[in-house]
């Protein structure tokens, strides 16, 4: 009674664990996705149709997971309360259970922090297989969700405040498209294609290349040396212009 039988025929619990040994192989993206964050935005009081610093956070979070998270990542994209990591390497052999882990409670304590929240928050986590080149294409189609995420946002803010409860203002736009939801807000004097570049085209965080001037200390000259430093774009060109496409281009190592 009471002892473990580990003799033949048992099978040791480290196999019992469901997709332990499911990997992926790089590049991939890892999509993170805020979960009940609109009891969130309610709680902290946030600005609609767009809040200025809870934008500030999520590109905080970005930074973290760029630069301090031991991750990695190449890039980040983010918009709203999704954010997109885009690896050309991946940590723990390409893992994908545990890269979904960390990467989303990551997030999420850098939210916290970020926001000197008094309760937990939570993003989920999936994996996204690309190749360099179909990484512009993925980017185009999420770039495409800020712009109907954006027009929702404003439509949905406009629709409460004439009146309408959340879940009204939500049915009166069910289906409708981005062009009608345009047309709605500039008939209220509303131009959507002239809010903040942040809000419609979302937010992009990537190592750039700055030289810096040192001192050589044995030989007493001064020294140009090259470090990478985290940029954060807020105004950014659309993903399915040239522009937008050799900037991802550019990013993803696809030439």
């Known amino acids: 009674?009471?002892?473990?039988?580990?003799?033949?025929?048992?099978?040791?619990?480290?196999?019992?664990?469901l997709f332990s040994r499911l990997a992926a192989f790089p590049p991939v993206f890892v999509r993170l996705d805020g979960r009940s964050f609109?009891?969130?935005?309610?709680?902290?009081?946030?600005?609609?149709?767009f809040d200025g610093s809870f934008s500030t956070a999520m590109c905080g979070v970005?930074?973290?997971?760029?630069?301090?998270?031991?991750?990695a990542p190449a890039f980040a994209y983010t918009f709203s309360d999704e954010i997109s990591l885009y690896f050309d390497r991946l940590p723990f052999d390409?893992?994908?259970?545990?890269?979904?882990?960390?990467?989303?409670?990551?997030?999420?304590?850098?939210?916290?922090?970020?926001?000197?929240?008094?309760?937990?928050?939570?993003?989920?986590?999936?994996?996204?297989?690309?190749?360099?080149?179909?990484?512009?294409?993925?980017?185009?189609?999420?770039?495409?969700?800020?712009w109907r995420n954006h027009?929702?946002?404003?439509?949905?803010?406009?629709?409460v405040s004439d009146g309408m409860s959340m879940r009204e203002a939500a049915a009166a736009l069910k289906g409708m498209g981005?062009?009608?939801?345009h047309d709605m807000m500039f008939a209220r004097g509303i131009n959507l294609a002239r809010t903040p570049a942040w809000e419609r085209r979302g937010v992009l965080v990537f190592r750039v290349a700055v030289e810096k001037e040192g001192f050589n200390p044995v030989t007493g000259e001064t020294v140009t040396a090259?470090?990478?430093?985290?940029?954060?774009?807020?105004?950014?060109?659309?993903?399915?212009?040239?522009?937008?496409?050799?900037?991802?281009?550019?990013?993803?190592?696809s030439g």
Not at 62 to 71: I, K, N, P
Not at 178 to 181: E, G, L, N, P, W
Not at 228 to 253: H, Q, W
């Open 1 to 17: 009674m009471g002892q473990t039988n580990i003799g033949a025929g048992v099978i040791p619990m480290e196999k019992r664990e």
């Open 38 to 49: 609109h009891r969130l935005a309610e709680t902290l009081g946030l600005s609609r149709p």
């Open 62 to 71: 970005c930074v973290a997971l760029l630069q301090d998270s031991g991750l």
């Open 94 to 146: 390409g893992r994908v259970e545990k890269i979904d882990s960390v990467s989303a409670s990551y997030a999420a304590s850098a939210l916290t922090l970020a926001l000197r929240l008094e309760g937990p928050v939570a993003f989920d986590a999936r994996v996204i297989t690309v190749t360099p080149a179909a990484a512009a294409d993925y980017l185009v189609q999420r770039q495409r969700e800020a």
């Open 151 to 159: 027009c929702n946002a404003y439509c949905q803010h406009a629709l």
């Open 178 to 181: 981005s062009a009608a939801m």
């Open 226 to 253: 090259i470090r990478r430093e985290i940029s954060v774009d807020r105004d950014l060109p659309l993903f399915s212009e040239p522009a937008g496409a050799a900037l991802i281009r550019s990013l993803a190592g």
